[in-house]
């Protein structure tokens, strides 16, 4: 079968290569891989700036973003032949720390989990992959190909679940109004739960042309393009997707008053100039939160796939922007003006 | 009556007022002062950078922290006579905020709040001050002068309220190490709360000498006077209290995966240079959180005084390092070393 690897550490490593299908030994359940979704993890690996092969392998198959249709399953997995699963990315170490333990592997304690496509464990960007069943989460048949998203809602949903469980260590909580950073997909998505949770929203976003706007509109949210306007609105809740230092600076102390920050954008390095006497004295006296979360478990893709089940599927297949065939894969990791999601076709 | 004053705005104004001894209308209870504990927010309003004096009024009548002796309380009021209790700091504006209705003014979202001895009403630091029943919390006879600990230590109980809360954003949350920065009366009260909790308790302070680093030992804690060798603990908890942003800088990121730091220490501006690129990748990577915390509810004064009559009395005692007779007030209000918690005592 065909599979893209990388040789972590290493620019432009990226390529196609032939693999033997996997061993039952990785999962009871063979997936034949129908849709691939790319993101800034998979631009950083392929840039050579992060990810981990599998012990004793040089090389990793990328890909954690999946949607495959099962091939076989046991009888009593709970899976049958036909139905679409998406992979869950992150893995317990066989000896756990007690988050993982207990199956909350996104808080791991002790960094020794593995990641599909990301961390020591071969990603789903093969045309076929196995999955344990606890690992596999089913897609409503609806969905269609709009089950690729279910990943990158995942990481929205635990941001969403995280923020209500904060905003709950206050008696009363009852935030009204959501600014998003950065209108990509994880912006788009975090903005949807917003509005699915009646808030007044709005994303900010540098781009003026391009689909974006419209898609902001669409969800009945409002688009800002100047970071200063979207500051303004003392938003209660901020979801950062940018990972831009400018714009962080000025969130950690934007919010209302009891307000929290989320922090899901990964940054590189930048040393940036900032007063933090006044940001600690801002946080103190206006009782803000900033937090970050990166991952999700179980529970996040189970509301993911409801969240995306719930929405306008016309709206929602205007998050995917680009679809390239697999033997065009490299084309899927090279940026193009008004690109949100671009996924990696295996069926072509 | 003697009461402390001062004109809010100017540096060197505060003195020792004769005023008429208050109104019923400004609370069914009076209550005679025992003790007035002095905080930095008292040094800063009588430095000339913070608090407002009530509508109307030039001064303002120093003082939050409190206790006094009921002298006269009306029947149904759940206090006679002789009793010793604490005046609630906050008070919701008379059009509250869904916050401050609910009894939860520590959290108000619109700012229209008072504060006794800071914001717009009159201190506790005059010999008979009156306050309403619902703004008065009951102090246990055996904890005698200890509590006018009751105050700070509310600061405290309410950010192991919230530590605990945000904590549960995690299935899994078993924190085992605090660390503290900063040895003063909060410092010392957050770290006994921590050890009541059973927490391995580190305790950061530059100061080498004087009692502070008995003091921690004696609550069974570790002192540690570099910064970087409290960093290297990387504790699941840091309460931060110097409110300097050297170690605020270092703080952020230094928290264990999922960790929790509360900031309480309010600073001046400080422009610092840091890489703030890398500090969004730690808070996002490490799934931590950063919070500041203000003030307290009237469940976080009765938490606080459940802490200290918990506590070993001998090493409360310690806190109190100096006492001040009303007349030689100003004495209070200039730092001297080894301060931890000044007094200034009504009865001398």
Known sequence: ???????????????????????PAEGAILVRTLLLGVCGTDAEIVSGYYGAAPPGAERLVLGHESLGEVVEAPPDSGFVQGDHIVGVVRRPDPVPCPACAAGEWDMCRNGLYTEHGIKELDGFGAEYFRVAPEAAVKVE????????????ASIVAKAWDHMERIGARAKVWQPRRLLVSGAGPIGFLAALMGRQRGLDVHVF????????PDLIRGLGATPHHDIDDAVALAPDLWVEC?????????????????????????????????????????????????????????????????????????????LITRRVPLRHFAAAFRREADDIKVVIDFRK
């Open 242 to 318: 940018t990972g831009a230092p400018a714009v962080i600076a000025k969130a950690f102390t934007a919010t209302a008053p009891a307000g929290i920050l989320c922090l899901l954008g990964v940054s590189a390095p930048m040393r940036v100039e900032i007063d933090l006497g006044a940001l600690n004295r801002d946080l103190v006296l206006g009782n803000r939160v900033v937090f970050g979360a990166v991952n999700a478990n179980r529970d996040h893709y189970l509301s993911a796939a409801a969240a995306l089940a719930q929405a306008d599927r016309d709206w929602l297949v205007g």
């Open 205 to 212: 976003d540098r781009n003026r042309d391009g689909p974006k």
């Open 141 to 152: 048949p609806s969905l269609g190909d709009l089950g690729v998203l279910i990943e990158p």
């Open 1 to 23: 079968m065909r599979a893209i690897t990388v040789l972590p550490g290493l620019a432009g490593s990226v390529r196609l290569d032939e693999r033997p299908t996997p061993n």
